[in-house]
Structure formats: C-alpha cells, structure tokens
C-alpha cells in the first residue's frame, strides 16, 4: 500500500521484526566483524551489500536516509554531515576539473561562495543566471561542458521561489540533471522531482532536524534521469572505475541506485564527511513530527508577514504568501500547502534602527541558525555581513535594514506582540 507522507514520517526508512527494538537503533560502531576475509572481501569488490567502516556506511544513517528517500519519492539516498556537504557531493559526484555547472544566483549563501571560490580552485567553473531569466537566456549559459544545474526551492536568504519546470526543461535539453536544495520547503510542502528535478539536497540541521540539536545533510536521486542515455558526458558513472576493478555503476546499480552507490562508495570512502549514527537518530525523531510541524511554521510565517507588511516603520517584507509578493503566483503552485516559516523584512531607517530593533527583541533569540522551533533572528548587516558597508550591501542584494526572521512554534500572537514592541522601541 502506498503510504502518505505523515506516515512515512513517522514510521518510514525502519519496519522492526518480531522482538526487534521499536525505536531505530543507534549502531554507535566504528566497524563491523566478519568471519571470513572473503564475506569482507566481497563488500570492498561491491559483490555483496553490508557494513565494513562506518566512515563510508552505517546502518542508522541508512535507515534515516531511507525514511528522506521516501519522502522525496526517490530510489535511493545518503546522509552526510552537513547540508554544506550534500551539495558538494552532489555536484563533485558528476563533474571535475575543467567541467562547468549552471546555478542560480540567489541561493544560501554558503553554497556559493562553495562554488564561486572553492570548487573553482578545483577547476569546476560555474555560471550564476537570474533565476527570473529568460528561457533564451537560460539556455545561453550552458556550454558543451555544463554537468548539472543547481537552484533551492525557497532560495536561503533571499526568499526567491525558483520555477523548477523552466530550470528542469533546460537542464534536460542539454542532457545534465538538475540538483534542487530543497532544505526550507522540505518534501511536506514541495516535491521537487514531482516538477522535473533529478536529485535533491537538504540541510537536515533545519526543519527536518526541526530542533537544533544535530548538524547534517541528505543527497536524494529520482532515479530519473538516464546516467548511459548521456554516457559522454558522464564517464565516472558510465565508464569503469579503476578503484573498484573497473565497476561500471550505471551497468551494475542501474539508473535508481548508480548516483548514490558511487558518492557513497567513492566520495565518502575518500573524503569522509558521514553523519554521526547519534546525530542520525537525533533525525530521525525529528522527522517523526515534520508532517505537524511544517503547517505551524508556515501559519506563523503567514501571520508575522502580514503584521509586517502593515507596519509603518517596515519598508518592505519578503514571503511568497503574501498577495503582494511577486513569487505567490509561482507559490501557488510549487507551494499550495505554504512554503516555510522564513521572513525577511527591511526596517525604516537602515542600520541603527535595526540594531536597535534586535536588542529590544525578548522571544526572538538573536542567532545564525533558521528553520527550528524556537523563533530567532538575523540582522545580516551586523554579522554574516558586518564587514560590508551600506553600497557593499546594496550590490550584494541585502539593505542595511534587512532582518532575517525565522519563525518558530511559538503562539503567533506572542510573536506578534513581541515584534510589534521592538519595532515601537526603535
């Protein structure tokens, strides 16, 4: 039978045996004992399917990652230690130096100054588009080297919702994936592959987490997209690997499980970037609850924006659910069940006034972290960007004024009136 996603939350990734423990274990080892060297032999020659070094695989992520899997409606998926790296996975896994990939321009931060700066140094370029280009435009970027495309959903600070069917159209007409963060929206409110994406990443220290107690990433594969259908353009899936005695994977693992075997086998083997079986677990209790939490978060978001947008020392509040938002027409339909909890807002009087806004803050806390159930905050101008001034600001996207509020499970009418004393106090 097919399950729904409140099922799956709760239950999915993990059915117990008879006497087996209820809870998914924590398997808190390093390694794992065989009794022969040829039954540990045949997982290094990737003959059989087991556990060896929990640097590579462990079994409580593997039933985490089973549970995301399903969510997302994938074939196959990896937990790693952090959303920052899922997304190198993500792209490291299909293209390498002197390959290019196409991203949009308003995505987390973090991601790109990844890709801008570091894995440029590796010789993978990127081209960052308008992700409210043209399709003319879109197209234009590609090269006879582009791997992948790369947007989010809900663009991490930017609140931009990216119109997945247009990116999904032109990464398919060049015969390249296209990777999706869908960390804010989460796969309660969008589906990405229901729309055309090919893989999907998370920052599972977010909603998924929904708790801020354990830092962690997701990689998702459709299984869609047709690895031997572009086998030029993909050779380390389509072509021998020399590290494994010339395993093919897209041949050996097919098209649903080629993608993950290999950033598992290959990545994690070489790079080591694993999620913790605890914090693995610590995930897995906060998925059970996503499916409740998600609406909360989004019916706050709702509430604080619409309190925002009518206060007279606000100049301007960024959420798709507003009418006024230029993204609710998009929002309705990639987002009918609401986006995320995620606010951002300019404050009248630029910078001292909202440094004077966050202090008189009393149940927001002041933090870098989003998307949990206590409520925080951001002033960007004072920390993630405070080496910049007002002009470095402006060219960057971000006002003096600009506040990133994330909303959390609280009583909206005590957010509210907590936002509403500030902004009087300022």
């Not at 190198?88 to 308003?106: K, L, M, P, R």
């Not at 075997?261 to 897995?284: C, E, H, W, Y």
């Not at 404050?347 to 803050?361: N, Q, S, T």
Request: proline fraction near 4%; aromatic fraction near 8%; include cysteine.
């Amino acid at each position: 039978m097919e399950k729904k996603l409140g099922t799956i939350c709760v239950q999915g990734g993990y059915t117990p045996k008879n006497g087996e423990p209820r809870q998914i274990p924590i398997i808190q080892s390093t390694t794992f004992k065989y009794d022969t060297s040829e039954d540990m032999g045949k997982l290094f020659d990737l003959e059989a399917s087991g556990y060896f070094y929990t640097r590579l695989q462990n079994p409580t992520n593997d039933m985490v990652a089973a549970r995301i899997c399903a969510l997302e409606g994938g074939s196959a998926a990896m937990l790693t230690s952090s959303g920052q790296a899922a997304t190198f996975y993500s792209v490291f896994n299909i293209a390498e130096c002197g390959d290019h990939v196409v991203a949009s321009a308003t995505i987390y931060g973090g991601s790109y100054n990844l890709f801008a700066v570091t894995m440029k140094k590796m010789g993978i370029e990127f081209t960052f588009v308008d992700p409210e280009c043209s399709e003319e435009e879109l197209n234009a970027a590609f090269r006879p080297n582009t791997k992948a495309v790369f947007g989010e959903t809900i663009a991490n600070p930017a609140l931009t919702v990216l119109d997945i069917e247009k990116f999904a159209k032109a990464a398919h007409a060049h015969g390249v994936p296209l990777i999706i963060d869908n960390t804010f929206a989460t796969p309660i409110n969008c589906r990405p592959f229901e729309w055309g994406a090919d893989i999907v990443t998370h920052s599972t220290t977010k909603y998924m987490d929904g708790h801020g107690s354990g830092v962690g990433g997701c990689i998702v594969d459709s299984g869609n997209f047709d690895w031997m259908a572009h086998a030029d353009k993909f050779p380390g899936l389509t072509q021998p690997d020399d590290s494994y005695h010339g395993i093919v994977y897209a041949e050996k693992f097919g098209q649903g499980g080629a993608y993950i075997t290999k950033a598992t086998v290959q990545l994690m083997r070489d790079f080591g970037s694993i999620q913790s079986p605890q914090n693995a677990f610590i995930l897995g209790l906060g998925l059970e609850s996503l499916h409740v939490r998600m609406p909360k978060h989004c019916a706050n978001g709702l509430a604080v924006a619409q309190f925002l947008e009518s206060h007279p020392k606000v100049e301007k509040v960024n959420y798709c659910g507003l009418e006024s938002s230029p993204y609710h027409e998009r929002a309705q339909k990639y987002l009918p069940n609401g986006s995320c909890g995620v606010v951002s807002f300019e404050i009248k009087g630029g910078r001292p006034v909202a440094e004077r806004f966050m202090k008189e803050l009393k149940v927001a806390a002041i933090e870098t972290h989003v998307a949990d159930a206590r409520t925080c905050c951001l002033h960007p101008a004072s920390a993630t960007h405070r080496q910049m001034n007002d002009q470095e600001l402006i060219a960057c996207g971000i006002s003096a004024g600009l506040v990133r509020y994330s909303c959390g499970l609280e009583d909206a009418d005590d957010l509210i009136a907590d936002l509403k004393q500030a902004l009087d106090k300022a």
